[in-house]
Structures are given as C-alpha cells and as structure tokens.
C-alpha cells in the first residue's frame, strides 16, 4: 500500500480529505495503522487559525491508539500487530531536559499531529521508543483517551498535590473533567470547578467535584465558605483565559499553588503581585503535555479502570465527516470528546 486516506487541514476551518503517500519510516520508526483519534482543544486551536497556522498545510490528531503495522530495520519492539498507544513528545532523546523527562524544553523537539502530520489519518510514523503497548484488554475508544489523561497526571505531579488539599478547576469540558477525576484519586478535597455552563457542571459533580459554580459571582464565596475562609491550596487554570489566569491568584490561599495549564494567544500575561508572592510565599507552575511515565501510568488508570469514560466515548465520526466533527462541537455539550473511527 502506497497511500492512505488523511484529513488535511489546508488552511484554518477547511479539512480536505486526500490520498496521500504512507509515511516512510526511519531504521528506529514504527509504522502504526490508527484506529481511534480524538479531538483535542488543541486541535481545535489549529482548526481555527490560532495556533501552528505557519505549519499549514498539516494532518492534526495526537490523541489515539492503533496497531503497529511495520517495522524499520533496527526495531524489534513492539511486535507487529500489537496495539499501541503513542507519547507524541519527539525530542532527541540524549540532552539534559530530554534526561530528565522535559522533552518540551528539548531544542529540538517536534509533537505529532502539531509540529508534524498526525492520526487524522490511516497511518501515522513514530519513533519505536514512543509506542506504548497495550496489554489490557481496553476498548479503542477508552485507549484514545490516554494522552489526555498523561496530561492531568503530569499536572497532579507538577502540582504535588496531596490528602485533603483543596482545588479549585477553571473548566468543566474535557480537560477539566479529567483534572476533576484526577484530582479525586489523588485525595484531594474538597473540588471546586467553575464553568459558565451548568450542563457541565452538572457533569463535573457526577464525575466527583464537591461543588460546581456557573455564576462567576457565586465563585469566591463558595471557595471562602469551603476552605474555612483561606482560600484554595491550588487553583488550576484549564480554560486558557487571561482573566481567569488573573483571578486564581486571588482564589489560591497563601503559600498556595496556582497551575497555569490552559493555553493563551502568544504574547498573553497576567499582572503578579512581586511582592504578595514572596511574603506569601505562593507558587505558580506549567504544565501541558503528559510525556514519559506521564503516558504509562495514564495507560495504567485507564486500564484499571480509574477514570469515568462514557462521557468521553459517545461522539464518533468517520474520517470522512471530519469537518462535521469540528463545526459541530459547540452544539454537543455533553459530549466531551468527539474521536475519529480511523480503521474499518
């Protein structure tokens, strides 16, 4: 086989499906026939022309599974055939940030489906090193969802949040729901999640949030009244809005932890109180992307089935309804991931 089907985004808000060539793979590359892809916020930045629209024209899709379906020359592992999940993090492996499990700081650093083409497509060519196997037997729509689920782990872990800590989540859609389920396993309490829309509210306490505000009035004193007045231990900013970034500095207590998590327009900041932050001796940390053991123990989660998922597995489209896909995501809510049926 020579070509594939692949969803190419052409330019922002414009998918054209195509028969392109198979990626050729390298001597330490896998070839992986994609099963299930889905929809990432990040995608959706793509889509409308607000991120990576220098790299048009680009096949998007970083959140699947598939099989292996070659080898190059010097790989022996995974075998072909087996199901895969994939770390998207490409960086060179050898450096002092790619040692240390911060391949994004890597100077050369690339990310499937962002920085190069993706799974909106029959196959996809990934280093060897990167292709997680699947050993659980795992529905292919549950096993899409672990690069989404690696990155609220790798933001509980950046967070170091503990027993009894409480949080406070800007965003109830896909990603704050997981942050809301990650959060609850690692004993956090009480939750607090903050969306303007009360559908996804009601989501977020089924998926184990304390407490759930959609008027942003209501928010401040429901953090007061449920942290004795102190204020949250962390505050996790999922939505990617300036002003939210702005107004978790005054939900976190002193000495507390704000996570910047959601992505902004480049350029964006948010004006910090120097000298509150020292003498309260608040933090601030990012994070993005689950990398490494960040994917593993998401694969692991999802496997024990630790995460709720149904939410998450109830919108599916061919690859040849692509575009329907995106355009139509504001109009479903309560769906909160929509993935692509790649494989027959």
């Given amino acids: ?137 795992i529905a292919d729509d549950v096993l899409a969802l672990t690069e989404p689920v690696a990155c609220v782990v790798r933001a509980a872990r950046k967070a170091q949040v503990g027993f009894g800590q409480s949080v406070v989540i800007f965003g109830a859609g896909p990603i704050g729901n997981l942050h809301v389920q990650m959060m609850r396993l690692v004993g956090a309490a009480p939750i607090i999640v903050a969306d303007l829309s009360a559908d996804r509210c009601r989501m977020a306490i089924e998926a184990g949030a304390d407490a759930a505000v959609s008027v942003p009035a209501e928010l401040e004193p429901t953090v007061r009244r449920m942290t004795g007045g102190r204020g949250a231990d962390l505050v996790i900013e999922s939505v990617g809005n300036r002003k939210l970034y702005g107004q978790a500095f005054g939900l976190a207590r002193r000495g507390g932890h704000v996570a910047f998590f959601g992505i902004t327009p480049p350029g964006e900041t948010v004006p910090v109180d120097i000298l509150k932050t020292v003498l309260e001796e608040g933090s601030l940390k990012g994070s993005v992307a689950g990398m490494g053991e960040d994917m593993h123990d998401a694969l692991t989660l999802l496997s024990h089935g630790r995460f709720r998922t149904a939410d998450f597995t109830k919108a599916s489209y061919c690859l040849e309804n692509i575009q329907d896909a995106f355009e139509t995501l504001g109009d479903r809510p309560r769906d909160l991931k929509t993935q692509i049926a790649i494989a027959a």
């Fill in 1 to 137: 086989m020579n070509t594939m089907r692949a969803a190419v985004l052409t330019a922002p808000k414009r998918f054209e499906i195509r028969q392109v060539p198979v990626p050729a793979i390298g001597p330490e590359d896998v070839l992986v026939q994609v099963a299930r892809t889905g929809i990432c916020g990040t995608d959706i930045h793509i889509f409308n022309g607000h991120y990576a629209a220098d790299r048009l024209p680009l096949v998007p899709g970083h959140e699947f599974c598939g099989t292996i379906a070659e080898w190059g020359c010097n790989v022996r592992h995974p075998a072909v055939g087996a199901r895969v999940v994939v770390d998207i993090n490409i960086g060179c492996g050898t450096c002092f940030w790619c040692r240390r499990n911060e391949v994004l700081n890597c100077a050369e650093v690339t990310q499937v489906g962002i920085g190069r083409d993706g799974a909106f497509a029959e196959f996809v060519a990934v280093p060897a090193r990167l292709a997680i196997p699947v050993v659980a037997d």
